[in-house]
């Protein structure tokens, strides 16, 4: 079985240019999550989708950052435009029952951002 | 503010011994708590979890403690082996918040 792919692994672009990251969750898992990591916050969440439906963009930092999901199989997180601070690994990550804790995340193996 | 808090950023042990990594949350409304294990160039995977109804969840090598009272958890790896070595990260959950993960901690376990 197929986990939870991500692409690019590594993107590199500078300040300024428009940046689209993919995910494709783990077929029948009807909650996906993005999340970023850095050294200095450790793993944040972004924003959490449940039945493609966006629950909760708290995490999101700033309207650079937009999220969507148009179908079950299928993510973008987009940063436009990108600066460098936004350099950091972001991960996907889906789950099956859509609750926040209960129930296991399961993460794509990321894409590394570089933004000079 | 962070609510769940690792604060041990990393930790060294020889193989065949005990591996105890710490978290400590602040958020009473937590009542789900899982392990994660972090490869270099990989996403994190689950390693075990604890419900707040029980202090202890058993899985092979890896035992996970819960004292909600001092709102403390612990990871025991026994034996260690050199392939744990690994970024752990602890997380948390409950009542309507989101998963929210430690830090990680960096485990070397040194042959």
């Known amino acids: 079985d197929a986990g939870v792919i991500q692409s690019p692994r590594h993107e590199v672009t500078e300040m300024g240019q428009e940046v689209t990251l993919r995910c494709k969750p783990i077929s029948g898992h009807n909650s996906l999550f993005w999340y970023r990591q850095t050294m200095m916050r450790g793993l944040e969440l972004l924003i959490y989708?449940?039945?493609?439906?966006?629950?909760?963009d708290s995490g999101m930092p700033e309207d650079r950052f937009s999220a969507k999901m148009p179908n079950a199989s299928f993510s973008t997180l987009k940063i436009q435009p990108s600066e460098p601070r936004d350099s950091a690994v972001y991960f996907c990550a889906s789950s099956a029952l859509g609750t926040w804790g209960g129930d296991t995340q399961y993460f794509g193996p990321g894409t590394r951002l570089t933004v000079l | 503010d962070q609510q769940v808090k690792q604060n041990s950023p990393s930790l060294s042990v020889q193989e065949g011994r005990i591996s105890i990594l710490n978290c400590d949350y602040t958020?009473?409304?937590?009542?789900?708590f899982l392990w994660y294990k972090k490869y270099p160039a990989e996403g994190p995977t689950f390693l075990i979890s604890?419900?707040?109804?029980?202090d202890k969840n058993e899985d092979g090598r890896f035992t996970v403690f819960l004292n909600k009272s001092a709102k403390h958890l612990s990871l025991h790896i026994v034996p260690s082996q050199p392939g744990d070595s690994a970024v752990y990260f602890c997380a948390a959950s409950g009542g309507n918040t989101p998963l929210v993960f430690g830090k990680g901690t960096r485990l070397s376990v040194i042959a």
């Open positions: 989708f449940n039945n493609n439906v966006p629950i909760d």
């Open positions: 958020n009473s409304m937590f009542d789900y």
């Open positions: 604890i419900s707040s109804i029980k």
